[in-house]
Nanobody
Framework: QVQLVESGGGLVQAGGSLRLSCVVS????????MGWYRQAPGNERELVASISRGSTPYYEDAVRGRFTISRDNDRNTVILQMDSLEPGDTALYYC?????????????WGQGTRVTVSS
């Protein structure tokens, strides 16, 4: 049973940085496309970034140039480094894993970690 546990969320001022981590158990992330989604209150869940099994990243326009996704296969961990945060980045952030080769992974989900950016 694949389980994903996110950490690293919190409250930060606009312009600040946060580093989200996702540790996977019950599976080897080298076999998965990994990604991060977010959902703000009243909004639909949206893709933020993903990274292929070959470590090719994909970013949505809203975060490109500010966020960096990376993977550490030895630690079974995926990282989302978030810089230059804006109030619009406030959301619940979910880690996702998928054995398919898709830039929109959707098979296994974590419980989420909350990010709040104050102006």
């Amino acid at each position: 049973q694949v389980q994903l546990v996110e950490s690293g969320g919190g409250l930060v001022q606009a312009g600040g940085s946060l580093r989200l981590s996702c540790v996977v158990s019950g599976g080897t992330i080298s076999s998965y496309t990994m990604g991060w989604y977010r959902q703000a209150p009243g909004n639909e869940r949206e893709l933020v970034a993903s990274i292929s099994r070959g470590s090719t990243p994909y970013y949505e326009d809203a975060v490109r140039g500010r966020f960096t996704i990376s993977r550490d296969n030895d630690r079974n961990t995926v990282i989302l480094q978030m810089d230059s945060l804006e109030p619009g980045d406030t959301a619940l952030y979910y880690c996702v894993a998928d054995p398919r080769n898709s830039y929109r992974p959707s098979e296994y989900w974590g419980q989420g970690t909350r990010v709040t950016v104050s102006s």
